[in-house]
C-alpha cells in the first residue's frame, strides 16, 4: 500500500553543527503524487532525498522529524531502515554505472533486491526480474538478464536502475537527477515510464532536478530550493507560470534564450556556501528586487494564494520582474 512522505523542519549541518547545509525544510508527498524539488548544484535537494532513506554521512547533524505513513524514518535503527528500502521507498540514482555492481549480471542484480524482501525460490525472483525488466523497456528480457552493466547504454543502464527500484514494489519512489547525461529523447522516454508506473502503481514520486523543464513534464507540484532553504512551493502551473520569488524567475530565465539579448540568462553571483548563510534573505546579494528590508533578518514565507508560498517580501512585484532582469545588469532594473 502506498504510504505518503512527510518531513518537517529538516535541518542538516556538518563540522559539529558549524555549516549548515539544510536549514528549517518542510515539504510533503502524498501517495499517487509526484513532487519535483529543484535548485542550483550545492542547494540541498539530492540531500534531502538521501536523509529520508538514512543515507547521511556519520558526521550528519540531523534535526526535524521524516515520516514515512506512521514511522518516523530517523528514529529507526540501520537494521529497520534496511527492511524498509526498498520494500517501501526506494531510490533511483544519478549515475547508474556507479550504482549497479559491474561484475553481477543485471537481472541477478533485480533477483537479488527481490529476494532480500521476500520469501521466494531463485527460479520466481528470477521470473519476476525478467517481467520487470521487460515492463521498464528492456527489449528481449530473458536474454539481456544475462548481461552485465557496460552492456547497456545509459538509457538502458537507467532503465535496470528503475526495474531495481521497482522490484519490492515501494509505495514511494525517490528519483534523483534521474536523466543527466542522457540524450533527450532517451530523457523523454525514462520521463514517460516515471509517469506512467507512478499513475498505474499510485506510488508517491519525489523527483530532484536542476532542471525545470524535467520537472514541469512530470510533477503536479513543485518546491524549489535556494542554499539550503526552500524559496517557493506550490502547484507546477503556478510556480512555472506565475513565479513569486526572484530566485525562480532567474531559474526560469536559465532555461530560455532572451529574445532581446539572444543568450541564455544567468543569476549574477554565487549561492552562499555552508558556513557563510546570513541570517537574513539568502537571495539578497544576487536579487534584482533587494531593498533595506530583506537584509533585516530571517524571511519566513508567505502564502501568496492557491497554496502557493514563497520567501520573499517583495511577492507583489515579482510579476512584473522580466527575465531579462538576470541578463542585464540587476542595478539597472526598476524595482
Do not use: W
Not at 506512521?70 to 517501501?88: H, K, T
Not at 524549489?224 to 520569488?245: C, H, K, N, S, T
Amino acid at each position: 500500500m502506498a504510504e505518503g512522505l512527510r518531513i518537517d523542519n529538516l535541518t542538516i549541518a556538518f563540522d559539529r553543527g558549524r555549516q549548515e547545509a539544510i536549514s528549517d525544510l518542510s515539504l510533503q508527498v502524498s501517495p499517487g503524487e509526484a513532487l519535483g524539488l529543484v535548485g542550483e548544484s550545492g542547494s540541498g535537494k539530492s540531500l534531502a532525498s538521501r536523509a529520508a532513506l538514512g543515507l547521511l554521512p556519520a558526521n550528519a547533524k540531523v534535526s526535524g522529524r521524516i515520516t514515512l505513513g506512521d514511522r518516523s524514518l530517523l528514529d529507526l535503527s540501520p537494521g529497520q531502515l534496511q527492511a524498509i528500502r526498498g520494500s517501501r521507498i526506494a531510490m533511483i540514482f544519478q549515475d547508474p554505472m556507479s550504482s549497479l555492481n559491474p561484475v553481477v549480471r543485471v537481472g541477478d542484480a533485480i533477483s537479488q533486491v527481490i529476494r532480500s524482501h521476500e520469501t521466494v525460490s531463485r527460479g520466481e525472483a528470477r521470473r519476476r526480474a525478467i517481467e520487470l525488466m521487460e515492463r521498464v523497456g528492456i527489449r528481449s528480457p530473458a536474454e539481456r538478464a544475462t548481461s552485465y552493466p557496460h552492456e547497456f547504454s545509459g538509457g538502458m543502464r537507467q532503465r535496470i536502475m528503475i526495474a531495481m527500484a521497482l522490484a519490492a514494489r515501494p509505495g514511494m519512489l525517490l528519483a534523483d537527477e534521474p536523466t543527466t547525461a542522457l540524450d533527450v529523447i532517451v530523457q523523454a522516454g525514462i520521463l514517460r515510464l516515471l509517469d506512467e508506473l507512478r499513475r498505474n502503481e499510485g506510488m508517491g514520486l519525489l523527483l530532484v532536478s536542476h532542471d525545470l523543464a524535467v520537472v514541469a513534464s512530470l510533477c503536479d507540484h513543485i518546491a524549489v530550493m535556494y542554499a539550503g532553504q526552500i524559496v517557493e512551493e506550490g502547484r507546477a502551473g503556478d510556480v512555472l507560470f506565475r513565479p513569486r520569488m526572484p530566485y525562480t524567475v532567474g531559474l526560469l530565465a536559465s532555461t530560455q534564450r532572451s529574445k532581446s539579448l539572444r543568450r541564455l540568462a544567468s543569476i549574477p553571483g554565487r549561492p552562499p556556501a555552508p558556513g557563510e548563510r546570513p541570517n537574513h534573505c539568502r537571495f539578497a546579494d544576487r536579487c534584482p528586487l533587494v531593498t533595506d528590508t530583506c537584509r533585516a533578518g530571517p524571511i519566513p514565507m508567505f502564502d501568496v494564494g492557491e497554496g502557493q508560498r514563497a520567501r520573499c517580501v517583495r511577492t507583489d512585484k515579482v510579476p512584473s520582474l522580466g527575465t531579462d532582469a538576470f541578463v542585464r545588469d540587476p542595478l539597472a532594473v526598476d524595482a
